[in-house]
Nanobody, 121 residues
Framework: QVQLVESGGGLVQTGGSLRLSCAAS????????MGWYRQAPGKQRDLVASITSGGSTNYVDSVKGRFTISRDNTKNTVWLQMNSLKPEDTAVYYCNAKIVRSVSEDWSDYWGQGTQVTVSP
């Protein structure tokens, strides 16, 4: 079993900051790319930021310069520091990780349960 447990969402005013965290646990051999996605009401789930095991990062244009993704490979944990938040950042944020559980299995995508981020005007 593999679990991704998220924390850190909440309500914040425009211009405020939040830090999301996501820890992967369970039967894990290796973790490859980890990332954060978000889904606003009535919209599809979109990638916000991702980070490889080597530390290479990727951001959607709308969050560049405001959000920072980081990870600790020894703890299988990824964070998303969100600064200068805007109302349009309001969404449910989901953690994603590409994980292989054993040498006899393929890589699979795992998702966290989602955490609500609400930015008030």
């Amino acid at each position: 079993q593999v679990q991704l447990v998220e924390s850190g969402g909440g309500l914040v005013q425009t211009g405020g900051s939040l830090r999301l965290s996501c820890a992967a646990s369970g039967s894990i051999l290796r973790v490859r790319t980890m990332g954060w996605y978000r889904q606003a009401p009535g919209k599809q789930r979109d990638l916000v930021a991702s980070i490889t095991s080597g530390g290479s990062t990727n951001y959607v244009d709308s969050v560049k310069g405001r959000f920072t993704i980081s990870r600790d490979n020894t703890k299988n944990t990824v964070w998303l520091q969100m600064n200068s938040l805007k109302p349009e950042d309001t969404a449910v944020y989901y953690c994603n990780a590409k994980i292989v559980r054993s040498v006899s299995e393929d890589w699979s995508d795992y998702w966290g349960q989602g955490t609500q981020v609400t930015v008030s005007p």
